[in-house]
C-alpha cells in the first residue's frame, strides 16, 4: 500500500513541479521514502506531504525541505551522517544552520532523523513523531482532546503498535494498570470506533489495532464528537 501510495505522490509532484525543485526531485530520494515508510504508520497517509517542500530563507535564497506535513506545519528530514555531518565543509555547515533558522521563522517545526535511527530504531522514530502531534494538538479543541486521559494514552499506544494488532497484555504493560481495567479503556475506544476489533468473538477479543477513525482523531483531522458514544 505505501508503495503505490508513495509512486503516486512521486510521479503527481516531478510532473508539476518546475526549476530547481524539479531537479531537487530527480535526485536520489531513497532516504526521504524510507523515512516516509517509517512514519506512515502514524500520520496514515501520504495525503498532504509535500516532497523537496520549496520555501525562500531569510537571505531570499530558495531552500528545500525533504518532506513537508502540511497538517502539522513540519519539515521532516532525513539525515545521513556522513553527508551531514562527517564531511561536511565549514560553509555548508553555516548554510545548514541558516536553513534551520529560516524553516523556524516561516513558522514551521524543522525535524530531522538520523538515517542510523530510522535503520535501528523506527519504534522510537514513530513515537516522537506522536508526541509532536499530541503537543501540536493540546491547543486545540479536538476529539482527541476530549477523550479522558488514559483512552488517549492507549490511542497513541495503538498508533505507535500500527499496522500491527497489540493485546490486553501488552497494553496493561504499556498502561501499568491491569489486564481488566485495559480492557475496559479499548472497549470504549472500540465502542467509539476509534479502535477495531482482531479476532475473538462478541464476548472475547483477542487483539485491537488503531482504525482510520482513530488514526484521524489522533492526527486531529476529525469533527469534535465524530465518533459514536
Known amino acids: 500500500m505505501f508503495e503505490d501510495e508513495y509512486a503516486a505522490l512521486y510521479e503527481k509532484q516531478l510532473r508539476e513541479a518546475r526549476g530547481q525543485r524539479r531537479e531537487m526531485l530527480e535526485r536520489d530520494l531513497s532516504g526521504t521514502k524510507k523515512m516516509l515508510e517509517i512514519i506512515h504508520p502514524i500520520i496514515g497517509t501520504l495525503e498532504g506531504i509535500i516532497l523537496e517542500h520549496e520555501m525562500v530563507g531569510l537571505s531570499g535564497v530558495k531552500i528545500y525541505g525533504d518532506a513537508f506535513i502540511s497538517s502539522l506545519r513540519t519539515v521532516i528530514e532525513e539525515e545521513n551522517y556522513i553527508t551531514h555531518a562527517e564531511s561536511i565543509t565549514r560553509k555548508r555547515f553555516t548554510?545548514?544552520?541558516a536553513r534551520m533558522r529560516s524553516v523556524g521563522a516561516l513558522g514551521f517545526t524543522y525535524y530531522p532523523y538520523g538515517r542510523d535511527e530510522l535503520e535501528q530504531q523506527p519504534d522510537v522514530c514513530r513515537r516522537d513523531l506522536q508526541d509532536l502531534i499530541s503537543l501540536k494538538m493540546t491547543s486545540k479543541a479536538s476529539d482527541f482532546a476530549a477523550l479522558p486521559?488514559?483512552?488517549?494514552?492507549?490511542?497513541?499506544?495503538?498508533a505507535a503498535?500500527?499496522?500491527?494488532?497489540?493485546?490486553?497484555?501488552?497494553?496493561?504493560?504499556?498502561?501499568?494498570?491491569k489486564n481488566e481495567a485495559s480492557g475496559r479503556f479499548a472497549k470504549s475506544l472500540e465502542k467509539k470506533e476509534l479502535l477495531t476489533k482482531v479476532g475473538g468473538g462478541e464476548r472475547r477479543c483477542h487483539e485491537f489495532t488503531i482504525s482510520e477513525n482513530g488514526l484521524a482523531?489522533?492526527?486531529?483531522?476529525?469533527?469534535?464528537?465524530?465518533?459514536k458514544i
Open 95 to 97: 548554510f545548514e544552520r
Open 149 to 158: 486521559v488514559l483512552e488517549r494514552e492507549v490511542l497513541r499506544f495503538a
Open 161 to 177: 503498535a500500527n499496522p500491527h494488532s497489540f493485546n490486553l497484555t501488552e497494553l496493561s504493560e504499556w498502561l501499568h494498570i
Open 217 to 227: 482523531v489522533l492526527l486531529g483531522k476529525s469533527n469534535h464528537h465524530a465518533w
